[in-house]
C-alpha cells in the first residue's frame, strides 16, 4: 500500500519526460514500462515532444515586417496611461513649477490635466510655451490635451449618483474663473504673441 502513495502524480511523470534531454524509443520505452497507468499520456506527449519544429526560417520579408507592424499598432493605444499622458506624471511640486513659468494660477494646469479645458479655445502661442515647458512637442501636448480624461471621476470617492465629467470651459473662461487679472488675461489670449 505505501508503494502507492510513493508514486508520481501524472503531471510529475509527464513534466519528467518534458525534461529528459533525449526523447528517443530507449527513453519512452522506459517512462511506458515505469508508468503503464499513464502510456496514454506518454505516447501523446512524446508525439508532441518529437514534432520538429521548424528550422530557421531566415529573415523577414517586407510584407511579413508590415503585416507584424500594422498588429502591433493595434496594440499601441494599450499604452500606459503614464505613457500617453505627459500630464499624469507631473508631480505637485512640477505642476508648481509650471504654473509659475506660465505665469496662470495653479488650477489653470490642473484644469488641463483632469481635460477640462476646450483646447479648440487655447491660442497656439501658449500652448507652445506650454509644451516647452514640460519639454513636448506642441502637436503631442495638443493630442494629449485632445483625449479624454477619468481623472476627474477618479477623485469621485462617495456620491449618491453617478459620477460624471464636467463640461470643457473656454481657455478664456478658464482664465475669468481663476481671477486672472483682465491685462495679463489679454496677454494670455492673443493668437500673436
Known amino acids: 500500500m505505501s508503494a502507492g502513495k510513493n508514486r508520481p502524480s501524472r503531471e510529475d511523470v509527464l513534466d519528467?519526460?518534458?525534461?529528459?534531454?533525449?526523447?528517443?524509443?530507449?527513453t519512452i520505452e522506459r517512462y511506458l514500462q515505469d508508468y503503464p497507468e499513464y502510456a496514454?499520456?506518454?505516447?501523446d506527449l512524446?508525439?508532441?515532444?518529437s514534432r520538429s519544429s521548424e528550422s530557421d526560417p531566415g529573415p523577414l520579408t517586407a510584407s511579413e515586417s508590415r503585416l507584424i507592424d500594422d498588429a502591433w499598432r493595434g496594440f499601441a493605444p494599450l499604452e500606459t496611461k503614464a505613457a500617453t499622458d505627459p500630464l499624469a506624471v507631473l508631480s505637485v511640486d512640477?505642476?508648481?513649477?509650471?504654473?509659475?513659468t506660465l505665469d496662470v494660477p495653479r488650477q489653470v494646469i490642473t484644469a488641463f490635466k483632469e481635460r477640462r479645458v476646450d483646447v479648440e479655445t487655447v491660442p497656439r502661442p501658449f500652448l507652445s510655451k506650454f509644451a516647452d515647458a514640460i519639454q513636448l512637442a506642441a502637436a503631442t501636448l495638443t493630442q494629449s490635451l485632445s483625449v479624454s480624461s477619468d481623472s476627474g471621476l477618479a477623485r469621485s470617492y462617495k456620491s449618491d449618483a453617478k459620477p460624471q465629467i464636467a463640461n470643457k470651459v473656454s481657455f478664456e473662461q478658464l482664465l475669468i474663473d481663476a481671477g486672472v487679472p483682465d491685462a495679463r488675461r489679454a496677454e494670455l489670449m492673443d493668437p500673436d504673441d
Open 46 to 49: 512524446a508525439r508532441e515532444l
Open 40 to 43: 496514454n499520456e506518454l505516447i
Open 16 to 26: 519528467a519526460l518534458a525534461v529528459e534531454p533525449q526523447h528517443n524509443r530507449s
Open 94 to 100: 512640477q505642476s508648481r513649477h509650471l504654473a509659475k
